[in-house]
């Protein structure tokens, strides 16, 4: 993988910190809306061509699970 595509991750993740407003509603309407924004603007683009390129290629893919699922799966580890 580039190093551009995993600096673009790694900053990916650390610009979706986990919110804790004291309110379960309040954290999921953060998280909804950092998505939209996310997703809507350039990153999201970005993150899309990533995912499109990891169809085709096995190291992408490979990174996208190690950044993405795995990471955010650590936040629900019990």
Known sequence: MSSGTAAFLTEMMAEAPD??????????QCVVRG??????????????QLIG??????LV???????????AMCGFAV
């Open 19 to 28: 919110p804790d407003t004291g309110s379960a509603r309040e954290d999921f």
């Open 35 to 48: 998505l939209g924004h996310f997703y809507g603007g350039g990153s999201g683009r970005v993150f899309a």
């Open 53 to 58: 390129e990891a169809q085709f290629d096995p």
């Open 61 to 71: 893919n490979a990174e996208l699970h190690t950044h993405v699922v795995e990471g």
